[in-house]
C-alpha cells in the first residue's frame, strides 16, 4: 500500500463550481498535511499547510483534515481559471521529516 | 525576494552520457533538497541537505548520481552515466531551518536522456 494516495483526475469543471480534492495516507504518524499547487512547466507551491486534525481556511481555499479516517482535502470555492494546476497533496510525520507527496491532480476549470 | 534560481531550464542528452544541474536556494534557507519527478508523478526526494552536510541521501541512485553544496549555499546534482528512466524534472527546494512542511521550490530542470 502506498503512503499517500491521490486521484490523478483529471478533473474539469465550470468556472464558479466548488471543487473537492482528496488524499488518503497509511501512517497514522503523519501531523502535518500540505497542498501545493502546480501549474504547468513551473515548481510546485505551496497552497496551505495544516498541523493534525481540523479545517483551515484561507479566502477561497479551505483544508480539512480527518485523521481518524486518513483523509484530507482541499476544497476551492468559486473556482478561477487561474486555479487550473495540477494539486499535490504532501504529508510528513514531523516538522523536519521527509515530504511523502500524491501523485497529484490536474484541474482544468473552463470559462 | 528572490526564489529558487535552477539552471538550465531543458537538457537533452543521450543515454551513457553525464549531465549537470545547479541550484541557488533562497537567501538564508540553510536546508537544500533536490527531487525527481517523473511524468504524472509527485515529487520524490532524493537528497537533503542541511547547510553543507547531507541529512538524508537514502533514496539516491548513489551509482549514478551524486550531489555536492559547498559553501552551504549552491548546489550541483550530477547524474553519470544517464539511463533513459532518468528522464524527468529536476527540482530544487529550500527552506528555512529544518521545516520540511514549508518548502519553495525552484521552476525545475526539464531532463530528456535518449
Known amino acids: 500500500q502506498k503512503e499517500v494516495e491521490q486521484d490523478p483526475g483529471p478533473l474539469s469543471v465550470p468556472e464558479g463550481a466548488i471543487v473537492s480534492l482528496n488524499c488518503t495516507y497509511s501512517n497514522s504518524a503523519f501531523q502535518y498535511f500540505m497542498w501545493y499547487r502546480q501549474y504547468s512547466r513551473k515548481g510546485p507551491e505551496l497552497l496551505m499547510y495544516t498541523y493534525s486534525s481540523g479545517n483551515k481556511e484561507d479566502g477561497r ?51 | 525576494e528572490a526564489g529558487v534560481a535552477q539552471s538550465p531550464r531543458y537538457k537533452i542528452i543521450e543515454k551513457r552520457q553525464s549531465v549537470a544541474f545547479w541550484c541557488n536556494p533562497i537567501s538564508g534557507h540553510a536546508t537544500l533538497y533536490w527531487y525527481q519527478q517523473i511524468l504524472g508523478q509527485g515529487p520524490k526526494l532524493l537528497i537533503q541537505f542541511q547547510n553543507n552536510g547531507v541529512v538524508d541521501d537514502s533514496q539516491l541512485p548513489k551509482d549514478r548520481f ?10 550541483t546534482l550530477k547524474i553519470q552515466p544517464a539511463k533513459l528512466e532518468d528522464s524527468a524534472v529536476y527540482l530544487c527546494a529550500s527552506s ?4 520540511t512542511y514549508e518548502q519553495y521550490f525552484g521552476p525545475g530542470t526539464r531532463l530528456t536522456v535518449t
Open chain 2, 96 to 99: 528555512l531551518l529544518r521545516l
Open chain 1, 61 to 111: 481555499f479551505t483544508a480539512q483534515v480527518d485523521k481518524s479516517s486518513k483523509y484530507i482535502s482541499l476544497f476551492i470555492r468559486d473556482s478561477q481559471p487561474s486555479d487550473s494546476a495540477t494539486y499535490l497533496c504532501a504529508i510528513t510525520q514531523g516538522g523536519s521529516e521527509k515530504l511523502v507527496f500524491g501523485k497529484g491532480t490536474k484541474l482544468t476549470v473552463n470559462p
Open chain 2, 66 to 75: 551524486s550531489a555536492e553544496r559547498l559553501k552551504g549555499v549552491d548546489s
